[in-house]
């Protein structure tokens, strides 16, 4: 039976406190640095066996030139996670590093001990590049790299254990040391370790401290005694307790060590993780007679088990990134041999996954040759990446073009390229587009600027600087207010604006500015510029009031007409002289044949009635030449109106001024077209015109609206038909030596009020006899600004 405490340490290893935790560690002597144990962690951390760090200096783990550095930060007791420049400490591992932080305790004995951990930091994975020199300062290395991080060191060998690694030189001073008690107290509480003896033959059992603590009792409070190894059982997890008392039964009956993770349940009814460890071992004089004890050791891994559990998590979720991820992900060697690939990849080139995996890279991407790629990736550093474009070919032959990312990576110690790729074919058609769209911009004759929603100028095609005289470099970050000739008042812009923020296009005529002072009349249509993103109807829209997409500028497209005014100008004037002539000229000549009907012969009045239905004649023509002389002045401005209130209304009129004739109405309650204001003129001159050509005592004219895709109105009449001469006057193709009917004119008239409407005008024979015509208008988007024509 164990008597005491002191009986209980000295049948302990020290080393075993140090194997127990999965934290590196490091032991070297106080007086040299010299390393003389480490622990397996260690060989994990550095990759490389344990046994290959000892006889090594302390300070060789750390890059060479930083050693005088780290010599200074690390030369106290504590912990330190900032040299004295500021930087993080590293520790090289492989062919890298690893920041870390460090912790250092001296152990006082004879000589003197030095016992050092490494704390990895979270992104201590991330290596850089490593150093030329691997030893420096504090003596000669005798491996190529240092340790990695995370490692616990001592400065002196230590025999601390069967699993640890010392040099035989230490051997005897380690073995003197592990006997003191003060040594194996300070180490427990240095690496988190509970302690526990179990003698077999009393059957008593022994805790440490750490152990009370980690279940949850306090080793202080008189009440708590020493628990038997039943109750000691009962405070691990019940799905585990089976577990735990199998590998004690088979330490005690076999003498067989055991190395598990399990749980416990603290008294305060908290689960936590542990790893337990323990050995069967005889103390005493074996010819004295010796005593068998079970020596075992606790750590508390729960943070370990959480960083599993969620490296676990991280790792299903990356593979489903991967699997899932819209761009194509691939993973190769730095031979380009394919080691994996994403589904997006497969889908992409269509092959299956087995022939991906046994293929080059070079197999599918014909973008760069081999050599090139094969160049890139050697000269690229783990952590680096790369960004280039190719061309990757589909198992039918055929190739797209591709946008790839490629990254140095290290998995599993090994060299990785993974590269991720996306298909931009859509993006170069954009391109190609943009590009065309550009060069139409560039060259097309019209004025055409880009202004950004606040209305300053963001860019100008050749066109506006030679129609304005500002040259781009002026105009850009200007407003068009430069423009302003003062000549429009404040009404036309304050529409302008309400109109263009609204979302809805402005189409309007505007007197302008140049350069030089001079004015220019120009049409000028404007288009709002939007993100079409906004299809939440909650969020605001284009006015910050409904649901529509937002305006984020303007596209504004001017057409210099200064000669087109000018040509109308003089054109108008030419009509106002010769109406005025002519009509003076004819009321002359009815004077005259009147007064010869009134007081001639017979013959004499049968030739002036003659000449008095001519006059009369030509006064109507001259006054449907003035309607279409004004229809063609009239700048083209469509609105919405509600077709079938305009044909009610001309119906009625026609009918009140024509008695003796029937017109029939059979319109929807509502059909909104885009027209201008003078589609109702154009309904009353083809009713008026079926009316006053009828061959019918009582003539009847039907007016019809209907509505689909399109307006259609529709007049019919039972009269003799529309003469074909009269058609053709609307044949563009026709020479001006050809001869029309005077009455044409009126159906030219037509002709013009729904071309500027942007309709169509079409005829057919009525069955059994007379004409139809039909008028087609676009419906109309919108409804704001209706009115009834």
Known sequence: MIDNTADILSSLSARSLLEATDQPCLVATATDRRIVWANEA?????????????????????????????RRALATEGKVERLPDGSSPSVECGDGRKRVSVRTTRVDHDEGLVVRWFDVHSDGDERYADSDESTGGDGPSHADNGPPAGVASVDRPLSIGETGHTSEASWSQLDAVERRSHLFETLQELVDVGVWLYDVESESLWWSDHVFELFGRSADDESVSHPDLEEALEGF????????????????????????????????????????????????????????????????????????????????????????????????????????????????????????????????????????????????????????????????????????????????????????????SERKRRERKLEQFRKAIESAGHAIFLTDREGTIEYVNPAFEEITGYAASEAVGETPSILNSGRMDERYYREQWETILAGEQWDEQIINRRRSGGTYHAHQTIAPITDGDAEDEDEGGSDGTDGGPTVTGFVSIQTDITERIEQEQQLNTLDRVLRHNLRNGLNVVNGH????????????????????????????????????????????????????????????????????????????????????????????????????????????????????????????????????????ILDEVRSEDDLYHGSGLGLWFVYWVVRKSGGQLEFEENDPRGSIVTIKLDRARSSKGLTSG
């Open 42 to 70: 260690a060989g994990a951390l550095f990759d490389r066996p344990a046994a290959e760090l000892t006889d090594r200096s302390l300070l060789s783990v750390h890059p060479a030139e930083e050693r005088k550095a780290y």
């Open 237 to 424: 997890h019940p799905e585990d307790r089976s577990t735990v008392r199998e590998a004690i039964e088979g330490a005690i009956e076999d003498g067989e060590p055991y190395d598990v993770v399990v749980r416990i349940v603290t008294d305060d009814g908290e689960t936590r993780w542990v790893r337990a460890k323990a050995e069967s071992r005889l103390v005493g004089d074996i010819d004295a007679g010796s005593t068998s004890l079970i020596c075992g050791t606790i750590h508390d891994v729960t943070d370990r088990k959480a960083r599993e559990r969620k490296r676990e998590r991280d790792r299903e979720r990356l593979e489903v990134l991967f699997d899932e991820s819209p761009n194509v992900i691939i993973v190769h060697d730095l031979d380009g041999n394919v080691i994996d690939v994403n589904q997006k990849h497969l889908e992409n080139l269509g092959y299956d996954r087995e022939e991906v995996l046994s293929m080059h890279v070079t197999e599918f991407e014909t973008g760069t040759s081999r050599e090139e790629l094969e160049q890139l990736w050697r000269e690229m550093d783990v952590g680096s990446h790369r960004k280039l474009r190719g061309h990757h070919r589909r198992k039918g032959g055929s190739t797209f073009p591709v946008e790839v990312w490629l990254n140095k990576i290290e998995i599993d110690g090994e060299e990785r390229i993974l590269a991720v790729s996306r298909d931009i």
């Open 593 to 728: 044949a009147e007064v010869i009907q009134a007081d001639g012969s017979d013959d004499a009045k049968s030739h002036a009635t003659a000449i008095l239905e001519s006059t009369t004649e030509l006064l109507e023509t001259a006054t449907k030449g003035r309607k279409v002389t004004t229809v063609l002045l009239e700048p083209d401005r469509k609105k919405p109106i509600d077709v079938a209130a305009a044909v009610e209304n001309t119906a009625a009129a026609v009918a009140d001024a024509e008695p003796e004739a029937d017109v029939i109405v059979d319109a929807p309650s509502q059909a909104v077209a885009t027209a201008t204001e003078r589609i109702a003129d154009a309904v009353t001159e083809l009713l008026e015109n079926a009316i006053r050509h009828t061959d019918r005592e009582r003539p009847s004219v039907t007016v019809s609206v209907d509505v689909d895709e399109t307006v259609r109105i529709r007049v019919a009449d039972d009269g003799p038909g529309i003469p074909e001469m009269e058609r053709e």
